[in-house]
């Protein structure tokens, strides 16, 4: 497979998800929207991902390209294709399904134990820890199915269309590098400072051995979503 990877910032790449996707043997073009480039067309990739940024879902104004990738969502949605959002690109697609993208009572950042809801169609552990980088949450889609939450944050993820759409809002894809250079180049997120669901920096850096044990969290959401579509 050949999969289209939308980017909205230098320090919100794919991390895991490139080297998952390149040791399953599919190939993936990323496109640096926040740099200039045009989002592409959807006939010319087998799934799409829409990564994680640091603006807000409808910061339009700001960023006007995000008009071109909301139109490029929606035909995501309309179409068959597998189709993936972490973070800022769960909450795009949140949003295109009809579901509030608000900011939350607290920003989140750091670890966080994650309770997979009762009857989630994800194949993940009913606790695990997950990587978390946001303020802004989403309300559960209709016809979506729940992820499950954390403390902060009731809604981390859900699937659509039969598994066939999945949106994040946790960080499996994270490394210590990716995560190390977030911290070094960008802001936290609104409210991070006070925030009791905010870790400092060592929290975050000193246990390497985290990280690992989202490998085969991702390997199981990734495995799970491509094989949502019939070849």
Same mark, same amino acid.
């Given at each position: 497979?050949?999969?289209?990877?939308?980017? =909205?910032?230098?320090?919100?790449?794919?991390?895991?998800?490139?080297?998952?996707?390149?040791s399953m043997g599919h190939s993936?073009?990323?496109? =640096?929207?926040?740099?200039?480039?045009? @989002?592409?067309?959807?006939?010319? !990739?087998?799934?799409?991902?829409?990564?994680?940024? @640091?603006?807000?879902?409808?910061?339009?104004?700001? =960023?006007?390209?995000?008009?071109?990738?909301? %139109?490029?969502?929606?035909?995501?949605?309309?179409?068959? %294709?597998?189709?993936?959002?972490?973070?800022? $690109?769960? %909450?795009?697609?949140?949003?295109?399904?009809?579901?509030?993208?608000?900011?939350?009572?607290?920003?989140?950042?750091?670890?966080?134990?994650?309770?997979?809801?009762? $009857?989630?169609?994800?194949?993940?552990?009913?606790?695990?820890?997950?990587? +978390?980088?946001?303020?802004?949450?989403?309300?559960?889609?209709?016809?979506?199915?729940?992820? $499950?939450?954390?403390?902060?944050?009731?809604?981390?993820?859900?699937?659509?269309?039969?598994?066939?759409?999945?949106?994040?809002? !946790?960080?499996?894809?994270?490394?210590?590098?990716?995560?190390?250079?977030?911290?070094?180049?960008?802001?936290?997120?609104? $409210?991070?400072?006070?925030?009791?669901?905010?870790? @400092?920096?060592?929290? +975050?850096?000193?246990? @390497? %051995?985290?990280?690992?044990?989202?490998?085969?969290?991702?390997?199981?959401?990734?495995?799970?979503?491509?094989?949502?579509?019939?070849?």
């Amino acid at each position: 497979m050949h999969l289209h990877l939308l980017q =909205h910032s230098p320090h919100h790449g794919p991390a895991r998800l490139a080297d998952w996707l390149t040791s399953m043997g599919h190939s993936y073009t990323v496109f =640096h929207l926040d740099a200039g480039e045009l @989002p592409p067309r959807l006939a010319d !990739c087998d799934a799409l991902v829409v990564l994680d940024g @640091p603006m807000g879902s409808a910061d339009d104004d700001e =960023h006007p390209w995000l008009r071109r990738e909301r %139109k490029l969502i929606e035909q995501a949605l309309d179409g068959n %294709k597998p189709l993936l959002g972490i973070g800022l $690109g769960a %909450k795009l697609i949140a949003s295109a399904l009809g579901a509030v993208v608000s900011a939350g009572t607290f920003a989140e950042t750091g670890w966080h134990r994650v309770d997979l809801a009762p $009857g989630s169609p994800f194949d993940l552990p009913k606790q695990f820890d997950a990587f +978390m980088w946001h303020r802004d949450v989403f309300g559960l889609p209709d016809d979506s199915q729940p992820l $499950g939450g954390s403390a902060a944050s009731p809604v981390q993820g859900f699937a659509w269309d039969a598994g066939r759409v999945v949106g994040l809002l !946790c960080h499996l894809e994270a490394t210590r590098d990716s995560v190390t250079a977030l911290l070094d180049h960008q802001a936290p997120p609104s $409210g991070g400072d006070t925030s009791p669901h905010a870790q @400092p920096r060592d929290a +975050m850096l000193d246990e @390497p %051995k985290r990280f690992d044990l989202l490998a085969p969290l991702l390997d199981r959401v990734l495995s799970q979503w491509l094989r949502s579509v019939p070849a």
